[in-house]
Nanobody, 125 residues
């Protein structure tokens, strides 16, 4: 079992930045692909960013490309999401997810077996 805990959420003005962190415990995530998803009120959960086990391959939703960066530190068992130039439409609960099929990035939430509890990000205009 892998336990995931997100941190770093909060409230920020449009144009600002936040850095989310996902700390894993229970197992090392060095063989896991990792993803960030988000869910806004009244909307379905959507893919934000993903990274393969080595960090050599990443993927982003079109809505965040050029603004968000996903990274991982396998030695620390963490995955981060740097979010810049935030917009009000980025407001959502952000979830970290992990899956043992680590070689390729997945943008599909049903590929991920482990999920964190989420952290709220609110961007005001």
């Amino acid at each position: 079992q892998v336990q995931l805990v997100e941190s770093g959420g909060g409230m920020v003005q449009a144009g600002g930045s936040l850095r989310l962190s996902c700390a894993a415990s229970g197992r090392t995530i060095s063989s896991y692909r990792m993803g960030w998803f988000r869910q806004a009120p009244g909307k379905e959960r959507e893919f934000v960013a993903g990274i393969n086990w080595s960090g050599g391959s990443t993927a982003y939703a079109d809505s965040v490309k050029g603004r968000f960066t996903i990274s991982r530190d396998n030695a620390k068992n963490t995955v981060d999401l740097q979010m810049n130039s935030l917009k009000p439409e980025d407001t959502a609960v952000y979830y970290c997810a992990a899956d043992l099929g680590g070689r390729y990035v997945s943008t599909r939430d049903y590929d991920y077996d482990y999920w964190g509890q989420g952290t709220q990000v609110t961007v005001s205009s």
